[in-house]
């Protein structure tokens, strides 16, 4: 590399760290943790999540710190990637609604431990929390994410992302499950469920998963186009789907660790999603 010959003249140390890329340490640093089973790790690694945090953290001048938490056999996820052989023992590995009331309504060390270093924490609960067989199965879904508001309401320097639960594969589902299971989806990301909880926000990935609320045989089941297989019923989304929606997820995030979508009593999702659409 040619360097010119009044740089020659400087001290190697200065030479050093005048050459040297501007560090990022200036720049606020967020720590984030998510929490999820299979769906959101095949979300992190093909939608290329964490990637996606530094690029976009960059142009919003914020550094996000995205911790992971899988399966417990899995464990805490470093925002390296890299698997710390710690976990955090969410009882029974249960993330549908009611295995999170527990957790965040019941004092723990699972909970402490999930509030003890993180400003933001995002949550999702897999695609079975989407078989909801009944109104009354609907009822007592809501009757827990409003219990976890409340609890929310607790730890104001915290923010709370409640990540809508998947659509089922339509070989995995049936119409009356599948709307209920966009009703949820629907209710959590309205004023109804976020008024007067200013610290909690929603990401909802059943809306971005699911195919549209038109009365057509897929309606409200994970879109043809993101099914793994055509002839299974793995209601996992497949590449492309992850592909799709892991760049919004991140921009999501940035965004919110930046304080460019403010919680608030009137952000609702209708209210932000075609930003990220």
């Not at 360097?3 to 967020?30: D, G, K, W, Y």
């Not at 999702?124 to 109104?135: Q, R, Y």
């Not at 508001?149 to 730890?155: N, S």
Request: glycine letters at 6%; one cysteine or more.
């Amino acid at each position: 590399m040619h360097i010119h010959r009044r740089f020659r003249l400087l001290p190697a140390c200065l030479l050093l760290v005048l050459l040297a890329p501007s560090p990022r340490a200036a720049e606020p640093t967020v720590p984030v943790l998510f929490v999820h089973h299979s769906v959101g790790r095949y979300l992190l690694e093909q939608g290329d999540v964490r990637a996606e945090l530094d690029l976009r953290g960059r142009e919003a001048g914020v550094v996000v710190r995205l911790w992971d938490h899988d399966y417990n056999a899995i464990g805490l996820i470093d925002p390296d990637g890299q698997p710390t052989g710690r976990n955090y023992g969410i009882p029974e590995d249960n993330t549908d609604p009611d295995g999170w009331a527990a957790v965040w309504t019941r004092a723990s060390a699972c909970r402490d431990s999930l509030l003890s270093r993180y400003r933001i924490v995002a949550f999702k609960s897999c695609f079975t929390a989407a078989a909801i067989g009944s109104d009354a199965e609907l009822a007592a879904d809501k009757d827990d994410y409003r219990a976890m508001a409340q609890e929310f309401d607790q730890h104001p320097d915290r923010t709370f992302v409640v990540i809508t639960p998947p659509p089922r594969h339509r070989l995995a589902t049936d119409a009356d499950d599948a709307a209920r299971a966009r009703a949820l989806a629907d209710w959590l990301g309205s004023a109804d469920f976020l008024a007067g909880h200013p610290n909690v926000v929603v990401f909802d990935l059943f809306d971005r998963l699911a195919a549209p609320d038109d009365g057509s045989p897929g309606a409200n089941m994970l879109r043809y186009a993101f099914e793994r297989d055509h002839d299974d019923g793995d209601s996992h989304p497949n590449t492309l789907a992850n592909q799709t929606v892991g760049p919004e997820f991140a921009g999501f995030l940035v965004d919110l660790a930046a304080g460019l979508v403010a919680p608030a009593a009137t952000t609702t999702w209708s209210s932000v999603k075609t930003r990220y659409r």
